[in-house]
């Protein structure tokens, strides 16, 4: 990147088509970026020669059978980049620190109990650091765009900060820094259980009353503008930590943006909720809320062939979370079923136990074959290759979810994309979509070697940019947590 006087920059870009981007304060210069790959997933199918020009960050044109021209950087097959749709950033931070079983029956609660401990200790530092890290490993495992389901809201105490928005702000400082691409979501949480019960004291942090919730919100929306390109939404917790009553005042303070609510996750739940409504949470929620596209029910996992017409109905999204759900002992989704009626899912990382966006697709098609006993579920028909259908689903679902992209390598669609390793020992010799099934099914991450946001490179050779220094912030904090 070079700074240069005004009257340069004009006579440069007069010369070599080369523009100027403003950012903060000063103009610098940039070349618009081009690109040409063998092949490219594009929205109606793989494409060979594809040359592509970027402008202002978007996909400006995209040419099929074109050769490359000389100053073009040439990549073997591009990808878009996919949304991950359900992150709880700070839970990186305990990884692998739940992992030996307690004394009683351990489960999903008794790790949400371990989660409440660590929460504790995380004050806005450390969750920038946390952030930071989480979502490098985001990047460079093929996720371009992420959404945080933010409730880590108040200080260490429960006590209110002076900027309500400052927890979220270091998530939006940590998506500055490294260059993802933010839906932010933050949280509404208010009780410890159905029907209302006052929150417990490990909650303290997560609580709001309605206005408060408004406040916060108003507070991330300002904040978030100095992301290109952040997306700000809400996220009634689940049926557990919001009455009715609350439900139905914040869904309107959306707007058009993403509402995101955990649901059905754990036959507990379902249990309740049956105990104080007489409905299954799936049921209960379409029954009283307007639930439509805007809406991603994260996990749905215990549902009836009814519940899953009706999500399906609704339009809204299922949010898979395929390696959190079976590290907590969640359960399986019909996804056959959801499926064949034509719903729609996306993928996220939620726990963030392992960060990694084609292990994610290979386990929800693999959950499915072990408990099916069938092959090649999540496909798209007779002879589709399941790899490129698991990819097309979680970037269109993860993309509605996330209120923003999902269309992938098309004009005017921001510049995020993938450039996978052909030489990679389990891509030979592949070509269109079954490149898709050796990245997901035989190769895993390590044969991405590129990713690029807004046609910046941010990944090279599989590591991102900023790895090393976020390292060092990411290590600081860990010493203090685990101290
Ligand atoms: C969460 N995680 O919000 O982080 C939850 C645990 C809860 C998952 N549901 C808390 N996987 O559900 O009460
Ligand atoms: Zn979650």
Request: hydrophobic share 45%; with cysteine.
């Amino acid at each position: 990147m070079i700074a240069a006087p005004a009257w340069q920059v004009a006579r440069l870009m007069y010369r070599h088509n080369y523009r100027i981007i403003q950012r903060s304060d000063k103009a610098t210069l940039m070349p618009d970026p081009a690109f040409h790959a063998r092949a490219a997933m594009l929205p109606d199918g793989w494409a060979e020669q594809v040359r592509i020009t970027v402008r202002d960050g978007l996909f400006a044109t995209i040419e099929r059978d074109r050769p490359a021209e000389p100053d073009d950087e040439r990549h073997a097959a591009i990808l878009p980049g996919l949304p991950n749709l359900h992150s709880h950033a700070f839970q990186r931070a305990m990884a692998g620190l739940a992992e030996a079983r307690g004394s009683s029956d351990d489960d999903f609660w008794s790790w949400r109990a371990a989660m409440y401990r660590f929460v504790d200790r995380i004050g806005p530092e450390e969750l920038r650091a946390i952030a930071l890290m989480a979502q490098i490993e985001m990047l460079e495992s093929g996720f371009t765009r992420v959404g945080e389901f933010h409730y880590l809201h108040h200080d260490r105490a429960g006590g209110r900060f002076a900027d309500p928005a400052e927890m979220s702000a270091s998530v939006i400082a940590a998506a500055e820094e490294s260059g993802i691409a933010l839906t932010h979501l933050p949280v509404f949480y208010a009780h410890a259980g159905f029907g209302g019960i006052a929150p417990a004291a490990e909650q303290r942090r997560f609580v709001h009353d309605v206005d408060g919730f408004a406040d916060l919100l108003e507070a991330v929306r300002g904040a978030a503008v100095r992301l290109p390109d952040a997306v700000v939404g809400i996220a009634p917790h689940s049926l557990r930590a919001v009455t009715p009553e609350e439900l139905a005042a914040i869904t309107p303070l959306a707007g058009h943006a993403p509402i995101h609510i955990h649901i059905a996750e754990q036959t507990r739940e379902v249990d309740d909720c049956m105990a104080w409504a007489g409905a299954r949470p799936v049921e209960w929620l379409l029954d009283h809320a307007a639930v439509d596209a805007r809406w991603c029910l994260v996990h749905a996992t215990h549902v009836t062939a009814r519940e899953t017409a009706a999500i399906v109905g609704s339009g809204s999204v299922v949010g898979l979370c395929p390696i959190t759900e079976a590290n907590l002992g969640d359960g399986i989704f019909p996804a056959a079923r959801f499926l064949e009626l034509g719903g729609r899912f996306g993928v996220g990382s939620d726990s963030n136990v392992l960060i990694d966006a084609t292990e994610e697709l290979r386990l929800l098609e693999y959950g499915q074959r072990l408990s099916l006993g069938q092959r090649n579920v999540v496909g798209g028909g007779r002879a589709c290759s399941t790899g490129d259908a698991l990819y097309r689903h979680a970037l269109a679902g993860g993309g509605q979810a996330l209120g923003a992209g999902g269309v992938g390598i098309a004009v005017g669609e921001p510049a995020d994309f993938l450039s996978l390793d052909t030489d990679h020992a389990s891509l030979l010799g592949r070509s269109g979509a079954h490149l898709v099934d050796g990245l997901i099914f035989a190769a895993g991450r390590s044969a991405i070697d590129g990713v690029w946001r807004r046609g910046r490179r941010l990944v090279s050779d599989g590591r991102h940019h900023a790895r090393d220094r976020a390292m060092h912030g990411y290590r600081r904090a860990l010493a203090e947590l685990l101290a």
